[in-house]
Nanobody
């Protein structure tokens, strides 16, 4: 599985940005896809998760502001980020979990920087 992320950039507080993550390869083995972020000096954290069954999960800090969705025809997962705050500034990475041969595998796309100015 290969993941290609795009989007991100610089936005003022209160603004919106969208991220995209296109999956290719053995996509039928994907169990879930999600977005993680890592701010400078902090550990990486889960932002939003979308399972193959359509269930979603969000970090408390982004609930009500961020929305994860997918377009199965494009093998792409999106993260719409609204009402952005300076604390949302981080490097955002997309992730896919695959269950194959009785083992779990994690795949990562390249990070994309989101900077929210105050």
């Amino acid at each position: 599985v290969q993941l290609q992320a795009s989007g991100g950039g610089l936005v003022q507080a209160g603004g919106s940005l969208g991220l995209s993550c296109e999956a290719s390869g053995n996509i039928f083995s994907i169990h879930d896809m999600g977005w993680y972020r890592q701010a400078p000096g902090k550990q990486r954290e889960l932002v939003a998760l979308l399972t193959s069954g359509g269930n979603t999960d969000y970090a408390d800090a982004v609930k009500g502001r961020f929305t994860i969705s997918r377009d199965t025809t494009k093998n792409t997962v999106y993260l719409q980020m609204n009402r952005l705050k300076p604390v949302d500034t981080a490097n955002y990475s997309c992730n896919a979990h695959v269950y194959r041969s009785s083992r779990w595998f994690a795949y990562w796309g390249q990070g994309t920087l989101v900077t929210v100015s105050s």
